[in-house]
């Protein structure tokens, strides 16, 4: 079963609409760890974010921000104001804590291609 | 540079060959992993490495796939008689310490075409 669904595949925004991306994720650590990666058409993955399965407190970063939901196992990333240079491929990542998980392992959505448009 | 590094960037070879992928990680990083990433999809995991030692191997497709990190550095990825399922990106990515929290620094990945 995937640990992490993604189910938007693609979305296309114009310059400075919001956009949400969803992600999903399935676990039964009670410890465990989300991280969202954009891969720009270069591919190197740039780490964006890490959040702790104990720590709802959503977060802000400039024009980024994250919902972190428990309770649906969701951790949502929005786009403030898009801008042409957010176009790229965002992954959604779970990394599970609890004993017996190899540590640091990543199980990554399929990823959602972000398409911003001038 | 001070990222990771990986050779070569691309690699085109005839199915039953083998390949090699090297990996530099960054300087001082402890856990080093490998992913297989196909066309249209998310990495998927292959290895991990601890310094030197190989903890965790269960992501290797096959007998063939064969991965070492013989002094705690640079990883090698050795894919042996190359199959066309065998093409996609191969990513190598490090973290400082080793734990589930460490965010992961990736390379650009080898993109590997098997004729």
């Known amino acids: 079963a995937q640990k992490v669904t993604q189910a938007q595949t693609e979305i296309s925004v114009v310059e400075k609409e919001d956009v949400t991306l969803d992600c999903v994720y399935e676990t039964r650590d009670t410890t465990y760890y989300l991280f969202w990666y954009k891969q720009p058409p270069s591919g190197e993955l740039v780490f964006l974010i890490r959040r702790n399965s104990f720590d709802e407190q959503n977060e802000i970063s400039g024009r980024y921000s994250w919902n972190f939901q428990k309770s649906t196992s969701s951790f949502n990333f929005t786009i403030t104001a898009s801008q042409v240079v957010d176009s790229a491929v965002y992954f959604c990542a779970l990394s599970e804590a609890d004993r017996g998980s190899t540590l640091g392992r990543l199980y990554f959505g399929r990823g959602t291609q972000l398409t911003v448009w001038p | 540079g001070a990222g990771v590094s990986q050779s070569p960037r691309y690699k085109v070879a005839k199915r039953g060959q083998d390949v090699a992928l090297r990996c530099d990680p960054i300087?001082?990083?402890?856990?080093l992993f490998w992913y297989q990433q196909a066309l249209g999809q998310g990495p998927e995991f292959l290895t991990y490495?601890?310094?030197?030692?190989?903890?965790?191997k269960s992501g290797l497709p096959s007998d063939r796939f064969f991965a070492e990190r013989p002094e705690g550095s640079v990883s090698t990825l050795k894919i042996q008689r190359t199959q066309q399922e065998d093409s996609a990106v191969y990513l190598c990515?490090?973290?400082?310490?080793?734990?589930?929290?460490?965010?992961?620094?990736f390379g650009d990945g080898t993109r590997l075409s098997i004729l």
């Open positions: 990515a490090s973290s400082l310490n080793r734990g589930p929290s460490q965010p992961q620094h």
């Open positions: 300087s001082g990083h402890v856990s």
């Open positions: 490495f601890q310094n030197e030692a190989q903890l965790d």
